[in-house]
Every structure is written in C-alpha cells, then in structure tokens.
C-alpha cells in the first residue's frame, strides 16, 4: 500500500474475503481479533507505568486526559464517560478530548484531525498543567490534531503518553513519559483501524483506568465500593455488597448505608472499624480512600 504504517498494510490472510460467505468472513474476522489480547499482553509494561502516571495524577489532584480523532477519540470519551458510574469519580477527573468536539461523538467530522494547532487549543480550553497525564490516542501514530495536543500539554508541564498500533519512532519516546504500542497488525479490511486496532485501544484504556481505580482505593477485593446510592439498582447493589463483604443481612445492611449516607465504602469502614459515620470518613481521608491501606496491606508508588 505504499505505507510504512503497520496500520495501513494489506493482511494476507484476508485477501480473498470479498469471495467468501457470512460464516467464513465471521470466522476470518474472529481469528483476526484472537491475536489482539496478545498484542496487547506484550506492552503489559509500558501500560503499568501508563497507570502509575494516572495514579500519581489523581493523588497529586490532577486528571487523566485523553485526546484523539475519529474512533480513537470516541474511545477515550467514552472511557472517560464511564468513570463517574463505575468508581463514583468526579466526572473531571478523567476526561476525553475528540477533534470535531462533540459532533464528532456521532457524525465524522472530516479533517478535524488535520490541524494540529486545534489539538492546542482544546489543550488549552482544558487549562492542562503540570499535575495532569495527558494521553495521545492515534492507532496510526501520525494524526496532527493529536500531536499538537500533546506537544501543547508538554510545553505546559504535563506529563504525557501515546498509544498506538504501529511501531513507534525513536523520536515518540523521547518526547513522552511513556509510549505504549500494541501491533495487532494489517486489519482484515485495510486500514479500517475501528476493527483490532480499536479493540486493542479500549483493552489498554479499560486497563489503565481500572487498575489506577483500584490503586486508587476505588475497590476492595474484585468490588467497587467506592459507590454512592443514587437509584433503586445501586441501592440493591449497595446493599448486597455489604452483606457479602461483612456477612450481615439485607435489613441490617441498608440501615447501615442508610447511617453511611448511602455510601458503601463509608459503610464498609464503619462495620469493619465499629466506627460512626464521621469518624469512618476521616480514617478513609487519612489513607487517601484506600481500604487496604487501613490494615497496611497497600503497595506505595514511585515514579
């Protein structure tokens, strides 16, 4: 395809799709995507420092930003969007920045990604600093907007990252705290990057998200406590997750919510510790909201 970008090569085991039937192009499609969980397991490193700048962010009081173009930028909203139900963060705290703005959530807005000069300003319209993560998504490694963005955060002081799906130049690494690259490979279709190259962007953005939530305090064992009852299916939620986790009954746990303020990882402390709402929250504050730190069993972070 007259293209180094491994993004943009042509996959020879797909060649011949446009002759087979609906099963054999499921299958062909399937086999493609088996390979991305491996591409993805081959960067685990540079994910895990991904997550320990997010992580120092957070407890430095600041956010984790993404910034992309077409379907990389709709990925990033979109994990940014699912914090706030999930962990009960501040929507502020994780956030996604897609060229086009919020049109282009749902319509392609063609050559938004073109200009690098927009990707500063939406940099700017963010007022990013030196307490922000700021992390570039461009499966081809080349989208303008993207690079502007990320050069605009690092004259600002922001620490900063870029994840994509082809094999990085020198010069990528030299310029962030950490370049992140899972090569899926040539897609089933050429160049439809939405396909592996995007199953392989959520995996890593879910991954740095959840494990900088659970580093974060956000869980205690596999569940999210950090969650404030605000409808029936969170109550019931809330609820079930104190009797599994304390061994009290359906009653006695919602009247312990219930004096929790309808929130769980309060009420967790307060069973636990026999301590009154008040006095759980200000143990929580001392240990940054982190459960596990309240027996010292939490692992610090470093830089």
Do not use: W
Not at 61 to 76: D, K
Not at 94 to 111: H, K, M, P, T, Y
Not at 158 to 166: E, H, I, P, S, V
Request: hydrophobic fraction near 45%; proline fraction near 4%.
């Amino acid at each position: 395809m007259l293209d180094d970008r491994l993004t943009e090569q042509r996959n020879p085991r797909s060649g011949g799709i446009d002759r087979l039937s609906s099963l054999e192009i499921v299958r062909v499609i399937n086999a493609e995507d088996a390979r991305v969980s491996a591409a993805v397991g081959g960067v685990a490193e540079a994910i895990a420092r991904a997550v320990d700048l997010a992580l120092a962010a957070f407890r430095g009081g600041g956010r984790l930003i993404y910034v992309g173009a077409g379907t990389s930028g709709r990925l990033g909203v979109l994990d940014a969007a699912e914090m706030p139900p999930t962990y009960g963060t501040d929507p502020g705290m994780v956030q996604g920045v897609i060229a086009g703005g919020f049109a282009a959530l749902v319509r392609s807005q063609e050559g938004a990604e073109d200009h690098p000069a927009e990707g500063a300003d939406a940099i700017d319209d963010k007022g990013v600093g030196p307490a922000d993560f700021v992390i570039g998504i461009a499966t081809s490694g080349t989208t303008p907007y993207v690079h502007g963005a990320l050069a605009r955060a690092r004259d600002l002081g922001a620490r900063t990252g870029f994840l994509l799906c082809t094999p990085p130049p020198p010069a990528l690494a030299e310029d962030h705290d950490v370049v992140i690259a899972p090569l899926t490979g040539p897609e089933v279709i050429t160049g439809s990057t939405r396909m592996k190259a995007g199953t392989a962007t959520k995996m890593v953005l879910n991954t740095i998200t959840t494990a900088a939530m659970v580093r974060f305090g956000k869980v205690d064992g596999n569940l999210m406590v950090d969650l404030q009852v605000t409808c029936e299916k969170l109550q019931d939620r809330g609820e079930r997750i104190l009797m599994v986790t304390v061994g009290i009954g359906r009653a006695e746990a919602r009247e312990l919510l219930a004096r929790a303020g309808g929130h769980v990882k309060t009420a967790l402390v307060m069973h636990r510790l026999g301590l009154d709402a008040e006095a759980a929250s200000a143990a929580l504050e001392a240990v940054d909201g982190v459960i596990s730190a309240l027996d010292g069993s939490v692992q610090g972070t470093e830089l």
